[in-house]
């Protein structure tokens, strides 16, 4: 007995031992992330600085304007263009109407940071160290737990980014809205090509949510604490101090047609990213509890008017014949939105978790009322974009999306440029965890707790509900290799260097 005491003892004694030397090692890594940090990346900064030296100016009475609607959180059912019953989005879904509406297209991750990383730079989030979960406002304790564990919170300075590839050819560039890619010097939204920047730093659940115009701060959040900063219950009754999220919609709206009022005569980009309809949920005041869908309803409704007025102006000004307007979301639905039919939500690589409405408006160059299945990702906008300007890639690392432009343009083009896209989990995503062909989908887990496995499903026919890899054992080989081979590649370079 005395001796499984003493065991006990000595055992116990060990353990403190541990976690003493693991606190002093978490304390000494503290002082150095909190005094001597460097940023993830940068070893490909002089190669993406003689890229950007390198472009020609486009020619301005030939290259398109681009405008880039991106909401945050709105599900693939959420707009009534989408099967949406309850939520009302007339303009948005005029646009649809007069151009093309994709019924196939993903975010580039199920949650935000590592999707509008995939979308302003063409790649795959695990190329620019934004692939685990997001980033946290600099405020916040888990900012700091990020670096610790050497994850980062902010997007590496020597990614190569939509606004600066089309600033150095001539565009003008605004950015309004939730940046959600770092808070600190170096790597804020004028850092990466933005000439204007009006906004937040991050989702509006994170406090404070002060708005931001270029580098300073032009509303400062004074709304009390709540939840150690981070609130996230669409109906608490939150008394705001100093910004009032009721209006961020409004607000962001005339900032984006004063910006293409103000560059109507040469060639901008605008990448509008709205703070709504992620969580918590305020609607404008002049229309709250107007939407049978209730107070998210409400949210989406205020979008649907942003949108119907940012084109409004493109129309007053003579512009929606050179102006290529895109209308999509960073990912799938979170729990109050709608992903339709689809299985799963955000923070899924379950269709519900990353499908996402796409709209393409181009009078004049886009059909009317074109409808395409094609499977086509937000990593595809950074190459599109580029390609219908005139100007060419980087060359010195991979771009993993396609060029939509004939498929954008053209109406008989309904092949997708892709043979494979793949999924990347928010936790952990350094290697996909899922594939997909222009009719099937493989899941390496089904994360079904007794019953995990890989699953096939028929994207066209089900959703995701029936394992069919007995059914069709050769594509089930077929795509188990492909992401394999895809992740001994990520493993052995995983940004992607040429």
């Known amino acids: 007995m005395r001796l499984m005491r003493g065991l006990a003892t000595g055992l116990g004694g060990l353990l403190l031992i541990l976690v003493a030397l693991a606190v002093i090692g978490l304390g000494l890594r503290w002082l150095q992330v909190r005094f001597f940090y460097e940023p993830l990346g940068g070893e490909r900064s002089e190669q993406k600085r003689a890229y950007l030296d390198s472009l020609a100016p486009v020619d ?105 590839v089309l600033g150095a050819a001539g565009y003008a560039t605004g950015m309004i809205g939730k940046w959600h890619l770092g808070g600190i010097p170096g790597h804020l939204p004028n850092d990466f090509g933005f000439d204007s920047y009006y906004g937040v730093h991050t989702s509006n659940d994170m406090q404070p949510l002060h708005v931001y115009r270029n580098d300073g701060i032009e509303l400062r959040d004074e709304t009390p604490r709540i939840n150690m900063g981070a609130f996230r219950d669409e109906d608490s009754d939150v008394e705001m101090k100093g910004v009032d999220q009721r209006t961020l919609t409004r607000r962001y709206t005339d900032e984006a047609i004063r910006f ?56 007053r000004l003579g512009l929606a014949g050179d102006t290529l307007v895109l209308i999509t979301s960073d990912n799938g639905a979170d729990y109050n939105g709608s992903p339709g039919f689809l299985r799963g939500r955000k923070g899924k690589v379950l269709e519900g978790g990353q499908k996402v409405p796409m709209i393409a408006h181009w009078p004049g160059h886009v059909t009317p009322g074109r409808v395409s299945d094609a499977m086509a990702m937000n990593i595809d906008l950074f190459p599109t974009l580029l390609s219908l300007a005139g100007v060419p890639l980087p060359t010195d690392r991979v771009v993993d999306g396609r060029d939509l432009s004939r498929l954008l343009t053209a109406p008989g083009e309904e092949a997708s440029p892709h043979e494979l896209l793949f999924y990347f989990p928010v936790i952990g995503g350094s290697v996909p965890a899922a594939v997909r062909s222009a009719r099937f989908k493989l899941l390496a887990s089904t994360g079904d707790t007794g019953r995990d496995k890989a699953s096939l499903t028929d994207v066209h026919r089900d959703q995701e509900n029936h394992n069919l890899i007995r059914r069709f054992p050769e594509e089930g080989a077929r795509l188990s290799e492909a992401l394999a081979a895809f992740s001994a590649e990520l493993v052995d370079n995983p940004r992607g260097w040429r």
């Open 260 to 315: 293409v009022e103000e560059n109507r005569d040469r060639p901008f980009f605008l990448y509008f990213a709205h703070t709504f309809p992620h969580v918590p949920h305020f609607a404008d005041p002049e229309h709250v509890g107007e939407s049978p869908g209730g107070i998210y309803g409400d949210v989406v409704e205020d979008l649907d008017r942003s949108t119907g007025a940012l084109l409004d102006a493109i129309e």
């Open 60 to 164: 301005p009475e030939r290259a398109p304007n681009f405008v880039v609607v991106f909401f945050d959180d709105l599900g693939w059912g959420d707009l009534s263009s989408y099967g949406s019953q309850l939520i009302r989005t007339p303009r948005i879904d005029r646009a649809a109407a007069e151009g093309l509406r994709m019924t196939d297209f993903y975010s580039g991750s199920p949650v935000c940071t590592p999707s509008r990383a995939a979308l302003l730079t063409g790649r795959y989030p695990v190329r620019s160290h934004t692939h685990n979960h997001v980033f946290f406002g600099e405020s916040s304790p888990i900012a700091t737990l990020r670096r610790i564990f050497g994850l980062g919170n902010e997007l590496p300075r020597d990614e190569v980014l939509l606004p600066e």
